[in-house]
């Protein structure tokens, strides 16, 4: 490999040939500002902010985009740069809504952060930004284009990463339109609502349906019991919303907070995912055994149900019929905890807080209802969650730590695990694996479906047949396997599917700028909250064990299915 | 000198253009026989001589051009003919492929061969229809004469060429953008390196040239090369076709000398300003030229002289504005049309567009102040030293001379 000598803002590095000038200047520990640039996304180039100077040509250049060459003389703050710099924000910003105070990215702007690092005092180019209305008919995400800065990212995200295509762009010059086919709301336009746009919007573009105030409403109603449940990635990031290390664990002081917000119960998701497992481990044993539809896939994610409802309907035979932990909990608190516990479902409000924006489509969903009620109530991503505790006035570093509430509280590594890309599958399979052999599983960790690769293959020998499963994440990643399923050559028991890239954990509600480095923290935490635990199977968590003996009997009964699964149907948007 | 001339343009007169036998009969495409036969350094040092420089506009020397693509190795390499004529003002391709469809053609050829392309597309805007139309027919004609396709003229030279419609964007005259079109994607400039001689259409090396410069290629290898080399001077070797056009009684489309003056051009050859009014001023080179006033009249049509005066030869565009016209309404028409013909991917070229705009229409409202000049220089600057493009990058051009050179008439709107 070829070396280069550059010398930025006159001091030396040596890089290898194709380094961009801002990963050199990096290594200097000079951060070039940027604005469309991502980490996780290819060099666009188009905001044109991360200006830099070349001494030798007298011109200036994007640093993001330009590779260094020997000899390099780089300038990052010279007065030439720091005026282009001012002039091209002043440019962006006089196409831009001056409304910061209200704007739901206060204090989490990059175009704020800019203003700020550029000492912006004033500008004399008039402000006459285009005004559009908003698009906010869908429960999941909100799109305001007058905020738009056309840097991109959301497109690419949709687009390529995603390989949706909801977003896309028409037009051109000051009509350049980031935005959907033919203006249609993201409603008409195939969106599955997965919300990976909102958490690489550098603005407030693109956000979040905003349910804070419903729930600070019936929060304060003295009529209702209001129980949460939280989901098992929701601890290992809320956290970087208080500039907490990446994935540093904080479970007890996110149950505490809940508990100062108001809610009467503090539950938690995760057992509801062992409950999942006991359900979709004996669909999947019952399927094997019987002949059944195979391959079984995974139907928790519900921005994968959103897709294969819409794209590929030929599909929705193989997805379980398990409803997803968020589902299933609501349900039984319905049922099973308004019983148990002598309160009117009526009278019961389930929240949730979840790492998804799709999460809000599928609480809404009109099968999802139990005893004539909406299992979940209301649905707060993590970023909603974090401004409650803004707004509640909690001091989240340091308040002190409590535990979850019996008796939908407990929960085994198993249900921890649902948070990472190939952790229901390891979870299934660890109950699966039993219920198939009578046996003990031995070796209990699948580090095969662990990781960020798209799609996981792993082969397991359950009585002396090898079954052989794949983990995918990133929805663009399923299209292969559901050709492969369409064609009838693929090689899969179950599949497991998640929407968003790393899993849930850098869901489409997650805190914005969540990188691949962050995600991938995360599931590191995840996993060793599961090695902590002294129960890892789903089937051996005592509290589940006690809701089957009291109250649904054995998996797939007729209470479990009427309760606890659902159907499906193709959603044709023409 | 004689002040115009038709070497190029020599087939403009033909009874049918689309004839290919009519071509061939008047000595067409016996510059691709004997170029078929030549080395090709020799191809090379041919058109270097020529100091023939690329027509559409950019002026890169068109010998340096051709060789360093012939140096790309591939599978597959792609020559094309940009005939997407968006420079306002210009409208000599269009005479060039309405008259001489296969004299652009036969360029297209010897240049393929000269740097081993096998895939030839000839990008035409979609506004000349007709001339689409004609293109097609003269590249079947060529091909039933094993001009074009398999094994052309039996020397084991494969090229298949197509045409392509353009889809009504000016940014599409930019190469990156150019190929972006090809490829069936909105037409925005690419980042580069990698540049299209390496990557380009479809990922493939890539060489484009303008509709002239291709149709001068053949004239090199002909008979009439000397006459075309004894024209000119000696940085600016031949002749030129410009487009003239505005307020003078004889507009269009001229093959001329290199080294006539502005005022030659205006006043011979264009035969002067309709009705007899003063000359005012004019803007050189397509609607990102510079405007000059009449202190230019008698700097000479060359590269050089252009270079020294701060002007530009550009597409070879003329248009002449006389006495009844105001400036700052002229420069408002042009920035209306940078405004509507901005990709829009950069916030320099958008946004300052835009702004730009604005504060034209208040000069032209009368109502600017100072701090619209400053505001101008601001977002001028920063469009030339910070735009994705040569679209952002050169289209302040004309508001810039237009005040440096009418001063007085932007501050009597202030």
């Excluded at chain 1, 809504?97 to 704020?112: A, T, V, W, Y």
């Excluded at chain 1, 449940?229 to 809940?258: C, H, Y």
């Excluded at chain 1, 570093?397 to 979850?404: D, T």
């Amino acid at each position: 490999m070829n070396y280069c000598k550059v010398i930025i803002d006159k001091k030396e590095v040596s890089v290898p040939e194709g380094t961009t000038i801002l990963q050199a200047a990096k290594l200097l520990n000079i951060n070039i500002p940027t604005l469309c640039y991502h980490p996780d996304q290819s060099v666009k180039a188009n905001c044109r902010i991360c200006l830099v100077e070349i001494k030798e040509r007298n011109s200036l250049v994007t640093a993001c985009s330009t590779q260094v060459w020997e000899g390099a003389q780089i300038l990052t703050n010279s007065k030439r740069v720091l005026d282009a710099r001012k002039s091209v924000l002043e440019l962006i910003l006089a196409n831009h809504p001056q409304d910061c105070l209200k704007c739901i990215r206060n204090g989490s702007c990059e175009l704020q952060d800019i203003c700020r690092q550029f000492n912006l005092r004033e500008s004399d180019l008039s402000n006459i930004a285009q005004r559009y209305p908003l698009d906010n008919t869908n429960p999941s995400v909100v799109r305001d284009r007058s905020k738009c800065i056309k840097c991109n990212r959301c497109v690419e995200m949709c687009e390529t990463t995603q390989g949706i295509g909801a977003l896309c762009h028409s037009h051109r010059s000051s009509n350049l339109t980031v935005g959907t086919a033919y203006n249609e709301t993201l409603e008409k336009s195939n969106c599955i609502y997965c919300g990976q746009c909102t958490t690489v919007c550098p603005v407030g573009a693109l956000y979040e349906k905003d349910d804070t105030e419903k729930v600070w409403e019936i929060l304060n109603d003295k009529d209702k019991h209001v129980i949460v449940q939280v989901a098992p990635s929701i601890r290992v990031s809320v956290g970087d919303e208080f500039n907490m290390p990446a994935g540093e664990n904080v479970t007890g002081k996110m149950v505490a907070s809940l508990r100062r917000m108001g809610f009467d119960k503090v539950f938690d998701t995760n057992f509801a995912a062992d409950l999942t497992i006991m359900e979709e481990g004996n669909e999947l044993v019952e399927r094997i055994e019987r002949n059944g539809v195979l391959p079984m896939i995974t139907s928790c994610c519900p921005g994968w149900i959103n897709y294969a409802e819409i794209y590929t309907p030929s599909i929705l035979k193989n997805l379980s019929s398990c409803k997803s932990p968020q589902q299933m909990f609501g349900a039984i608190s319905k049922s099973y905890y308004s019983e148990k516990f002598g309160i009117s479902p009526e009278d019961i409000v389930t929240v949730s807080i979840m790492p998804c924006t799709a999460k809000k489509y599928e609480a809404n969903r009109v099968e999802m209802k139990t005893n004539g009620v909406k299992e979940v109530d209301f649905v707060l991503t993590t970023r909603e969650f974090a401004r409650m505790i803004n707004t509640a006035n909690i001091d989240f570093r340091n308040i002190e730590e409590e535990e979850f509430d019996s008796p939908l509280g407990t929960a085994s590594g198993a249900g921890a695990l649902f948070g990472a890309t190939g952790g229901v599958m390891e979870a299934a399979l660890r109950s699966a694996y039993t219920l198939l052999t009578n046996k003990k599983l031995e070796n209990i960790e699948f580090k095969e479906v662990r990781g960020i690769k798209g799609v996981k293959e792993a082969v397991i020998n359950i009585n002396d047949v090898l079954i052989k499963i794949a983990a995918v994440h990133g929805i663009s990643n399923v299209k292969n396997i559901i050709e492969q399923i369409e064609n009838g050559t693929v090689e899969y028991s179950f599949i497991e599917v998640m929407a968003c890239v790393g899993g849930c954990v850098g869901g489409g509600g997650q805190p914005v700028g969540s990188t691949l480095k962050a995600k991938e923290k995360r599931i590191e935490e995840i996993y060793r909250i599961d090695e902590r635990k002294e129960i890892r199977e789903s089937h051996k968590n005592p509290e589940i064990i006690k809701l089957y003996s009291e109250y649904l009997d054995k998996p797939m009964s007729s209470s479990s299915h009427k309760l606890l699964h659902t159907k499906y149907s193709p959603r044709n948007i023409d | 000198m004689k002040k115009s001339v038709e070497i190029i343009s020599k087939n403009f007169n033909f009874k049918n253009p689309e004839s290919l036998e009519e071509y061939i009969k008047s000595g067409g495409f016996s510059a691709l026989k004997q170029v078929i036969d030549m080395p090709k350094e020799e191809i090379f040092d041919v058109v270097t001589a020529s100091k023939l420089k690329g027509r559409g506009g950019a002026a890169y020397p068109t010998g340096r051009k051709l060789q360093q693509a012939a140096q790309e190795i591939a599978d597959s390499k792609v020559i094309v003919c940009n005939a997407d004529e968006g420079e306002p003002s210009t409208f000599k391709d269009r005479a060039l492929l309405e008259w001489a469809p296969f004299k652009v053609l036969e360029g297209l050829i010897i240049s393929a061969y000269a740097i081993n392309a096998d895939r030839g597309y000839i990008y035409i805007r979609e506004e000349y229809q007709k001339l689409q139309r004609r293109m097609r027919t003269a590249i079947e004609l060529a091909e039933k004469e094993n001009l074009l396709g398999e094994n052309i003229l039996g020397k084991g030279f494969n090229l298949k060429v197509e045409v392509v419609s353009g889809g009504g964007a000016y940014v599409c005259g930019e190469g990156s953008a150019l190929a972006e079109s090809i490829e069936g994607k909105s037409g925005r400039p690419r980042i580069k390196p990698p540049y299209i001689k390496q990557k380009g259409v479809f990922g493939l090396p890539t060489c484009i040239n303008n509709v002239e410069t291709l149709a001068i290629v053949p004239v090199l290898f002909s008979k009439d090369a000397e006459e075309y080399l004894s024209c000119g001077t000696e940085e600016s070797k031949g002749t030129k076709l410009i487009s003239i056009s505005g307020n003078v009684n004889r507009p269009g489309v001229y093959e001329i000398p290199f080294g006539l003056t502005l005022r030659e051009i205006i006043y011979d050859v264009a035969k002067g300003i309709e009705n007899d009014k003063k000359f005012k001023f004019l803007q050189l080179g397509g609607a990102s030229g510079p405007i000059a006033s009449d202190m230019m009249l008698d700097v000479k049509y060359t590269y050089e002289d252009f270079k020294a005066n701060g002007l530009a030869i550009g597409s070879g565009a003329i248009l002449v504005g006389d006495e009844s016209n105001s400036i700052v309404d002229y420069v408002r028409t042009v920035q209306d049309f940078f405004v509507h013909e901005s990709c829009g991917k950069c916030t320099p070229c958008r946004e300052g567009n835009r702004q730009l705009a604005v504060i034209i229409k208040r000069f032209s409202n009368k109502i600017a102040g100072p701090e619209d000049l400053a505001s101008i220089n601001k977002i001028t600057d920063i469009m030339k030293s910070a735009s994705f493009c040569g679209l952002g990058k050169s289209c302040t051009a004309p508001l810039i001379s237009a005040i440096r050179e009418f001063k007085e008439e932007f501050y009597s709107c202030m």
